[in-house]
Every structure is written in structure tokens, then in C-alpha cells.
């Protein structure tokens, strides 16, 4: 209600943008103004303010008028929206959250629709990086049964009138030299290996292996630590010792489900005891890494294989972290024993840790990539909840209009819708965890896929849908909070 001392003309379909425009004018002209007004952003504009209640005064004050407001900048949330300078106290929020659950409760059907979406989204995301962790934690098992941080030395070749003669014709590798590998700071340990195809018999059964000769250190060089009896000592290489740990593969071919441990198998025609199962490693691009027998390398070398060098090294650094310092190491020290000309390539070092390196960085890239598909589906659902929020603000235009006339404000309407939609995201975020965890699981028990639900995925799948629900409901909420009220009472 307006009253001033002149006619000011129909107010009553003028938006609040043209009323304060309207009051602005006037107040300039000096003219009297009298309004009665439950809008503190119109009641901001007058000299002096009175505020009633149940027909009495409760306070009289009066304040400098502003004339002209300061824009606001395109990016300011807040002013858009008519929050600036709000505050919200802990009892009108928890009837906030009242109002916007029943209302959630009472559109059942609108609701679950709206929950439904952020929960696939969550779910997808859940489930996706659950996936990508599992995947890369199983690369890491398999990458570790050729050590962290190994390096494999092998002979080198002459090259002759332009053409490379056989490894080992430069550099023959001997048992002194994996001595004084071994003495190297940078050294951790020193595996000697000779390896061979052998021919493995036990009773009616036969198999055709790769046999691998190495020193003790290998079951730790190489995590190859027996599931089943022991590995073989020092003694045991002293002595040359028939013993023999077999792999899976060999193990089934030969003994089935039987346990092997001191049974005698023949390898070569020759009797040895096995002693041992390795672990399970599973394939590689080049072979099966199941199917081997390992025995003492001077039992293979003497007894066996007939070798009188070794073929190779495989050494473990004592710092990952200094790789290339172990290398100028090794080369230092091989180069000084050998004496290496030039044009000669006496050993070659492979750094089997850049490949790890190199396979864990696409493992990572590829759970990225997973879980940027899957959060594609948390923003759908946000559009769709954006979409049901504003079919909300149409259905609800006669309630919020009402809601206005009786003294609510911009910001109580406001407010309600965007807690109404964060709700709705956070209920579908709480799905969406259980939904999604139920699907890894369900995953790992179907395909035996090692999968990896973790706490940060959780945790960043809760807050992302929340920022959703406020990201996507804050449109739906500032169109509810500027409806004109009397436009919306008449709205049909």
C-alpha cells in the first residue's frame, strides 16, 4: 500500500524494480511518502522506518537514504540472487530443512526422479574408480614379481668389420664379478642366472620347462618367496645340491593337486627334491612366467646345463629413488674388470623400473579417464534436476506468491529451493555410494576383477553431488525468489 500526497497512479501490477524506481522519483522531488510494505528491499528507501506487530509499534528509527545502488558485478552470486548481507541463524535452517523434506515427500514421484539421476551418476563414479584402483593395484602385484627397482645385466657383443658378433664375445660374466657387484654401496643384492630348457619327469608324467639357475638372493630380488617348503641356501649352492622349486604351471602338469614338497622328480635324467612352489606370477607378453623350475645356478651350470659363465645378472639398488647413480656404478666398475674397448659393447643394463614407471602412468591415465566418463554422468543428472526444480517453480507459483503475501522474503524462498535441491543430491549421493559399492563387489565376485572402494572416493563423490544439487538448483531458486507475488497470486 502506497500513500503520498499526491496521485501516483495503478501500483499494482508495477514489478519492485519500478516501485523503488517510482520511490526514487519521488523522494528526489521532496514528496511525502507513506508505505506499507512487508519488503525490507523496499523498505530500505524510506527516511524512517516503523515496524509493526499484532498492532503495536516495536520500533521507530531513521536512516540516510540511499539514492543510487552500486551495480552489481555480473559474477556477484550473492547480490543476484538477494543475498547480500543475509544470515541465516541455526533454528530458521533447521526449519528450512523441515520445509524443503516435506515438500521433497510430498512430490514422491518428482523427487525419485530427481534422486535417481545423481544416483547413477554416483554410482558410476563409485564403481568406475573402484575399478581403476583395482586395476592398478593388480599391476602393481604383477609388476613387483620382477622387482622394485631391478636392474638386469647381460654380456654384450663385438661388433667386426660392421657386424655384431654373438652376445658374451667381449665380456664373460663370472661369480667374482657378482662379488664385487655385491660390495657396491648402490648395490642391494646380486642374483646370478644361467637358464636352459630341461626335460622334467615324474612318474608317468613329463614336462618340457625352462630351467633357471640362480643364487639365493633371487627369491627376494625377484619376490619369489615359496608359498609351500623353502627356498635353498647357501649350503645348497656350495654344494651343488640337487633341490628344485617349481612353478604353477609345472606343478599342475606334473603332481596336479598333490603336494610336491619332497617328492623326487627328474630333471635332465637326473633326480633332484623338490623343495618349494613359487608364487603365482601369471603370464607376460613374452611367456609364462609359471613355467619354470629353479635350481641352485652352480647345480645348473655343473651338473646340468654344462656352462662355465654366467648369463646374466639381476641386481636390486639400494635406493629406487637413485637408479642412474647404481648404473654409472655398475658400468664403472664392469668397464675397469673387463676392460672395454672402444666400439665394443661389453654388457647391456636394462632399467626394469621404467618400464614399471611407464605402465603405472597409463594405468593412472586410464582411471582418470574413467572417472571423468563417470562424473559426465553426475552432471546429467544435475540438468535433470535443474529441469525438475523448475517445473517445481511453475507448479508451486501460486504457493510462493502466497508465501510472499504473508511476509515471507526473497531469501526464505530462496533458501528453501536450494536446500530442497541439495537434498535431493545428497539423498542420490547416499544411493549412489551403496548402489555403486554393491556394483564393484558384485564385479569382483562375477569376474574375479580386483576392485578397490576407497574412503576419498567416497568422500569427493558426497561433496561433488552436493555441489551439484547447489550448482544446478541455484537458477530453479532465484527465478522462485523474484516471482512478483501479486503476479503469481494471479497466475493460472
Not at 552500486?70 to 556477484?76: K, L, Q, T, V
Not at 639400494?318 to 648404473?327: E, H, K, L, P, Y
Not at 554393491?438 to 553431488?465: D, E, G, H
Request: glycine fraction near 8%.
Amino acid at each position: 500500500i502506497i500513500m503520498a500526497d499526491e496521485p501516483t497512479g495503478n501500483l499494482d501490477t508495477t514489478s519492485e524494480e519500478e516501485i523503488i524506481r517510482i520511490l526514487e522519483e519521488m523522494n528526489d522531488q521532496g514528496r511525502t511518502i507513506v508505505m506499507v510494505t512487508h519488503e525490507d528491499e523496499l523498505a530500505r528507501h524510506a527516511k524512517r522506518i516503523i515496524r509493526m506487530r499484532d498492532g503495536r509499534v516495536i520500533s521507530d528509527t531513521r536512516q540516510r537514504v540511499r539514492r543510487k545502488e552500486a551495480p552489481r558485478a555480473a559474477g556477484d552470486i550473492r547480490g543476484l540472487a538477494g543475498l547480500a548481507g543475509v544470515s541465516v541463524d541455526r533454528a530458521e535452517l533447521l526449519d528450512y530443512v523441515t520445509q524443503s523434506f516435506r515438500t521433497i515427500v510430498s512430490h514422491k514421484m518428482r523427487s525419485f526422479l530427481s534422486i535417481l539421476g545423481i544416483l547413477i551418476g554416483v554410482a558410476a563414479v563409485i564403481s568406475m574408480m573402484a575399478i581403476g584402483e583395482g586395476a592398478k593395484e593388480a599391476i602393481s602385484q604383477k609388476l613387483s614379481s620382477l622387482g622394485s627397482g631391478t636392474l638386469m645385466v647381460t654380456p654384450g657383443a663385438r661388433q667386426q668389420h660392421g657386424v655384431m658378433i654373438q652376445t658374451g664375445s667381449v665380456a664373460r660374466f663370472t661369480f667374482q664379478d657378482q662379488e664385487m657387484l655385491s660390495r657396491l654401496k648402490e648395490i642391494k643384492g646380486v642374483s646370478a642366472m644361467v637358464s636352459g630348457r630341461a626335460q622334467l619327469v615324474y612318474m608317468n608324467r613329463n614336462w618340457n620347462t625352462l630351467l633357471q639357475g640362480v643364487s639365493v638372493e633371487y627369491q627376494d630380488i625377484k619376490s619369489s618367496r615359496p608359498i609351500a617348503g623353502r627356498f635353498f641356501d647357501r649350503s645348497d649352492l656350495a654344494t651343488r645340491r640337487k633341490v628344485a622349486l617349481l612353478g604353477a604351471t609345472v606343478l599342475r602338469e606334473l603332481f596336479g593337486d598333490a603336494d610336491p614338497v619332497g617328492k623326487t622328480i627328474k630333471i635332465n635324467k637326473q633326480n633332484f627334491v623338490v623343495i618349494g612352489v613359487l608364487p603365482v606370477k601369471g603370464a607376460s607378453p613374452m611367456r609364462d612366467q609359471d613355467d619354470v623350475v629353479i635350481v641352485p645356478v652352480t647345480t645348473a651350470m655343473y651338473r646340468l646345463l654344462g656352462k662355465k659363465y654366467i648369463d646374466m645378472f639381476d641386481i636390486e639398488v639400494a635406493d629406487i629413488n637413485r637408479v642412474q647413480d647404481s648404473i654409472d656404478a655398475i658400468t664403472e666398475l664392469l668397464d675397469r674388470r673387463h676392460r672395454v674397448g672402444s666400439g665394443d659393447e661389453a654388457f647391456t643394463i636394462r632399467d626394469m623400473s621404467e618400464m614399471r614407471d611407464a605402465v603405472m602412468s597409463t594405468t593412472r591415465t586410464i582411471s582418470m579417464l574413467l572417472g571423468i566418463v563417470a562424473s559426465i554422468s553426475l552432471f546429467v543428472g544435475g540438468i535433470g534436476i535443474m529441469n525438475i526444480m523448475l517445473v517445481s517453480v511453475r507448479e508451486r507459483i501460486k504457493e510462493i506468491g502466497l508465501r510472499k503475501a504473508i511476509g515471507a522474503k526473497r531469501r526464505d524462498i530462496l533458501i528453501q529451493f536450494l536446500i530442497e535441491s541439495v537434498l535431493m543430491s545428497l539423498f542420490g549421493g547416499i544411493g549412489g555410494i551403496l548402489f555403486g559399492s554393491a556394483i564393484s563387489l558384485s564385479l569382483a565376485a562375477v569376474t574375479q576383477w580386483t576392485v578397490r572402494i576407497s574412503v576419498s572416493s567416497i568422500a569427493i563423490s558426497t561433496l561433488f553431488s552436493s555441489l551439484v544439487g547447489l550448482f544446478f538448483g541455484l537458477w530453479p531458486a532465484i527465478q522462485a525468489s523474484r516471482l512478483d507475488p501479486i503476479v503469481a497470486l494471479r497466475y493460472e
